[in-house]
């Protein structure tokens, strides 16, 4: 049978797990009367919440007597490392972009690494009902960005169509024909993407997508590169630098049929595939026949510009809501996620009992947290710190990003505004459609951690933000961090609302009455620059006499919920998210006050 590889390329919202599950269902994958997932790409519970895609996943339709393979790729750029690997298994890629919105930051992002591996793109225009289409500037956009992303004049030569994932519709011309249906993208892939290069030579395959099966074990995905490979067939396995990693037999191959994988007799040269078998064998290894001596060259990774210190949770409340509270188990926790994600990096601090995970972003680090407070891990984190390295003349650099915000005209000024405050330098500024601007800055990653909620504040919700990693430049100097000081409980106990009552002219709290405090947890936002402790235990004294009023019901403020993404921005260097399966608290590194005293003395003297 014949075989195309494709990858979708997308921003966030685009619609490209929307437009995957029409493919699958107009290709016959689902019976006609079997109950269809929305969104089946979308698998993980985080994917499905968030509505992004955060791991790629591989799925086959077939297509008059051509079976296609399709690989989903992350939308965001702090899933980049997904992107990079998976790009090495296509040979070519649909670019799904917004009729709208046109190709953002993430389409940027992906597409650059895509066109730098020589995929020729097919061009697909979604949400062409949308009222505010403009399809014909959007090509001319998406034109104007493969030439910005140096693409050769055969990538430029790009077909187009027009259509609707959500409605299951694509077309030559901008009009919705009368037999609407994904036919002409399907012939599209089949007539444009080439067969897949097949090498001569024995089994040989690049690892791509790692994951733990309870039953299989270890499963490799990857595209089988030259020969072919059989059950109980044994390979051997190679790391980037020619090192033997291991000897094993495959126990099981995996193909991908719709969005089943069925163990198949053999596997040949092109086809992408999942082995199982292998206990060491890790992405980026060369999975080949005992015979050869080179592994295969992967994609190069780009580095980590965020780094978080993970901390075993030593707060008094430690271990009465999560069963996995050691640095031992935290430690088997990170090591095993670095195996799979290899845009990671873990490095355990002096200390023994906390870890630098280094990686992409923000969301890249948040969305490690959450999975792991989901599966019952207690963990303090710190604030996200930039990774910063020198060049050869010893100057200091950061990273800086691109940041594209879409905003109503009369927000745009405040944006400028508090952006320039925070370092950054503005690149672009036209009109959007609909009283709307787009700005682009150049911006230090330093000065974007915690600005997207007061961004959301400043302009009524109504601005979208978007980032990518743009390079390194020369370090920026100092930038202005939060200017409020916190309120913290003095003692531990449940926090009394009559308290909180008489405390909310200090600031707005954090917390709900109830809640369980501990001396040195953070419950509110002190009005002023410095911190306070408070006591939020204090209940109203009872007395036996009536007052001539009926005692009021206390009316309190509706607490600020700090969301774990909203408070790993907001903290400071000398504060902590205490994270467990049920609570998302804040607290000082050192609860004690007197250790904050010496630990500030220090500071100054050092």
């Not at 597409?111 to 014909?136: E, F």
Request: charged share 30%; net charge negative; aromatic share 4%.
């Amino acid at each position: 049978m014949a075989l195309r590889n494709i990858a979708i390329i997308a921003h966030v919202d685009h619609g490209k797990t929307t437009l995957v599950d029409e493919l699958l269902k107009q290709s016959g994958v689902y019976r006609d009367n079997e109950r269809v997932q929305e969104r089946a790409m979308d698998s993980g519970d985080i994917e499905k919440e968030r509505g992004i895609t955060i791991l790629a996943k591989a799925t086959s339709v077939e297509w008059k007597g051509t079976r296609i393979n399709i690989v989903d790729t992350p939308g965001h750029a702090d899933f980049g490392g997904e992107v990079e690997r998976i790009l090495s298994m296509v040979d070519g890629a649909i670019v799904l972009v917004d009729a709208a919105e046109g190709p953002m930051p993430q389409t940027k992002f992906v597409v650059g690494k895509a066109l730098k591996v020589g995929l020729r793109p097919i061009v697909a225009v979604n949400k062409i009902d949308r009222s505010d289409a403009r399809a014909d500037e959007v090509i001319n956009e998406v034109f104007d960005l493969f030439a910005a992303l140096d693409a050769t004049d055969e990538q430029l030569d790009f077909p187009i169509l027009y259509g609707s994932g959500r409605d299951g519709w694509m077309a030559p011309e901008t009009e919705k024909p009368a037999d609407a249906s994904l036919a002409p993208l399907f012939d599209l892939v089949v007539d444009h993407v080439p067969e897949p290069k097949v090498e001569a030579g024995p089994f040989r395959m690049i690892g791509t997508i790692l994951e733990a099966n309870p039953f299989l074990g270890r499963i490799i995905t990857g595209r089988i590169e030259s020969g072919s490979i059989k059950p109980n067939q044994t390979v051997k396995v190679l790391n980037a630098d020619g090192k033997l990693v291991e000897n094993g037999r495959i126990s099981k191959i995996l193909a991908f049929r719709g969005l089943e994988r069925q163990p198949v007799e053999e596997a040949q040269a092109g086809d992408i595939v999942a082995i199982a078998g292998l206990s060491k064998g890790t992405v980026a290894d060369t999975f080949c026949d005992p015979s050869v001596t080179e592994p295969l060259t992967a994609q190069p990774i780009d580095p980590p510009t965020v780094t978080m210190s993970f901390l075993v949770n030593d707060s008094p409340l430690a271990g009465t809501e999560g069963d996995k509270v050691t640095s031992r188990v935290i430690r088997d926790r990170l090591l095993k996620e670095a195996e799979g994600n290899v845009a990671l990096k873990i490095e355990e601090a002096d200390s023994k009992d906390s870890f630098y995970v280094s990686g992409r972003g923000e969301l890249q680090l948040a969305v490690l947290i959450e999975t792991m407070r989901r599966e019952g891990f207690e963990l303090a984190v710190s604030r996200p710190r930039v990774v910063m390295h020198k060049d050869e003349s010893g100057t200091l650099m950061e990273p800086i990003e691109e940041v594209v915000i879409d905003v109503d005209d009369e927000h745009s000024g405040v944006v400028v505004q508090k952006m320039s405050e925070r370092k950054a330098e503005m690149v672009e500024l036209r009109p959007s459609g609909g009283d709307r601007v787009r700005l682009v800055f150049h911006a230090p990653t330093r000065g974007l951690i915690g600005y997207q909620s007061e961004l959301l504040t400043d302009t009524r919700g109504t601005a979208v933000m978007n980032r990518l990693f743009h390079g390194y430049q020369p370090y920026k100097g100092e930038i202005g961090g939060r200017v409020n000081g916190v309120l913290l409980s003095n003692q531990a106990g449940e926090a009394v609302a009559y308290a909180m009552f008489n405390l909310e002219d200090r600031g707005p709290m954090v917390i709900d009455p109830g809640a369980k405090v501990y001396q040195g947890m953070i419950i509110g936002i002190h009005t002023r620059d410095n911190d306070l402790e408070v006591n939020v235990l204090k209940g109203k004294q009872l007395t036996n006499i009536r007052s001539a009023g009926k005692d009021e019901a206390v009316k309190l403020t509706p607490p600020i919920k700090m969301t774990l993404d909203r408070a790993l921005s907001w903290i400071q260097d000398d504060e902590l998210v205490e994270v467990t399966p049920k609570n998302i608290r804040l607290r000082k590194a050192f609860l004690d006050p007197n250790d904050r005293k010496r630990f500030e003395k220090a500071k100054a003297t050092a």
